[in-house]
Nanobody, 124 residues
């Protein structure tokens, strides 16, 4: 599967953005999806994950209550709605797909496919 992330940009603190991750192929609904981010000089970190049916969700503590992950299987797309953005949310955001359909964990090696990322910059 190929993944294409989009929706990043420059936003002021307190603002919102919605990231999209469009997947190719007919098996999107069988993959769990995750969002990770990486700031310059830092390791890639987990943000949120959603199982194939959206029955299981998981969020990093730093984004709970502000970010919402969702998916639309007929559209082969996963989303990350980001509200109340903070300067520390500035990073390149990556979507990943896991062949373990129920996986909503935080470990990047469990995600088999990755998009190219989209930059999010939050100004103070």
């Amino acid at each position: 599967v190929q993944l294409q992330a989009s929706g990043g940009g420059l936003v002021q603190a307190g603002g919102s953005l919605r990231l999209s991750c469009a997947a190719s192929g007919r098996t999107f609904s069988s993959y769990a999806m995750g969002w990770f981010r990486q700031a310059p000089g830092k390791e890639r970190e987990f943000v949120a994950a959603i199982s194939w049916s959206a029955g299981n969700l998981n969020y990093a503590d730093s984004v709970k209550g502000r970010f919402t992950i969702s998916r639309d299987n007929p559209k082969n797309t996963a989303y990350l709605q980001m509200d109340s953005l903070k300067p520390e949310d500035t990073a390149r955001y990556y979507c990943g797909a896991s062949r373990v359909s129920a996986y909503v964990g935080t470990l990047a090696p469990y995600y088999d496919y990755w998009g190219q990322g989209t930059q999010v910059t939050v100004s103070s």
